[in-house]
């Protein structure tokens, strides 16, 4: 993926203008399938200079593949008016230093932290070990289990790294599931009583942070169930999993 940086400076009687055209290229920008997302953002210091940041899926798919594409057109009628006012036009290739801040709490704290996640995992495998469907799977399961699931969740969802240091990461848990032959029924049972010890034990109700659970738990138990089938060969040294709040971070009344 390469990032496209295009410096403008507009003299404030068109930035009105300026900004309108844009929201009008965007439509033909967003249907290029090379166009991975967009951002025009604004100077505070100096509120004629704009940045518009373009993620292209490679430095070709933007020369060549949109350029050349049945969107560019389109796209082009707007913005040409402002190509003069262009300052400086670069292709960035992103570097492994990147992260979030503190701003927004990660899932793991907002959940409660490793307290929350043990209780969630003790009362699930209580009732599973009830469940006619699932027992099956978990009657021989470790008398750990739970506190491991906990830990696991936990770094999943930006807390502690555990897992990883006490348990062996990724191919520690890959190697759970081959060969259990999981059905698509224990798989959606599983996940509904996820969801009912979920309420159980209080974690967050609000729909942001249920929204993104549900999200992490939908994607886990596919990739367990396609693991577990027989014949199956899944990568055993794949990086451990981290999930965040995608496009829905929690939502926290002003004060």
Same mark, same amino acid.
């Given at each position: 993926m390469i990032v496209e940086y295009i410096r403008y400076r507009?003299?404030?009687?068109? #930035?009105?203008?300026?900004?309108?055209? @844009? #929201? +009008?290229? #965007?439509v033909p920008l967003a249907a290029a399938p090379q166009c991975v997302d967009y951002e025009l953002s604004r100077c505070v210091d100096e509120p004629e200079c704009y940045i518009l940041r373009i993620c292209w899926t490679s430095a070709d798919d933007h020369s060549k593949g949109f350029r050349s594409g049945e969107h560019f057109p389109a796209f082009f009628a707007e913005i040409e &008016? @402002?190509? +003069? +006012?262009?300052?400086?036009?670069r292709h960035y290739e992103r570097t492994p230093v990147r992260g979030a801040g503190s701003s927004v709490p990660t899932m793991y704290d907002w959940a409660g932290g490793a307290d929350a996640l043990q209780r969630l995992t003790e009362v699930f495998y209580t009732t599973v070990l009830k469940d006619d469907l699932l027992r099956p799977l978990f009657e021989h399961m470790a008398p750990d289990h739970p506190k491991w699931v906990a830990i696991w969740l936990g770094e999943v969802f930006r807390g502690p790294e555990r897992y990883s240091r006490e348990r062996g990461?990724?191919?520690?848990m890959v190697r759970?599931?081959?060969?259990?032959a999981i059905t698509e029924a224990q798989r959606r049972r599983w996940v509904s009583l996820l969801m009912d010890a979920a309420d159980e034990v209080g974690l967050p109700a609000d729909p942001e942070f249920r929204?993104?659970?549900?999200?992490y738990i939908e994607w886990g138990t596919r990739i367990a169930l396609s693991n577990s089938q027989p014949g199956a060969t899944p990568p055993l040294e794949a990086p451990m999993p981290h999930w965040g709040?995608?496009? #829905? &971070? %929690?939502?926290? %009344?002003a004060t």
């Open positions: 507009i003299d404030q009687a068109d #930035a009105e203008e300026f900004e309108a055209a @844009y #929201a +009008r290229a #965007a &008016p @402002y190509v +003069r +006012r262009i300052e400086e036009m990461g990724y191919h520690h759970q599931h081959l060969g259990k929204a993104a659970f549900a999200s709040w995608g496009v #829905a &971070p %929690p939502y926290t %009344p």
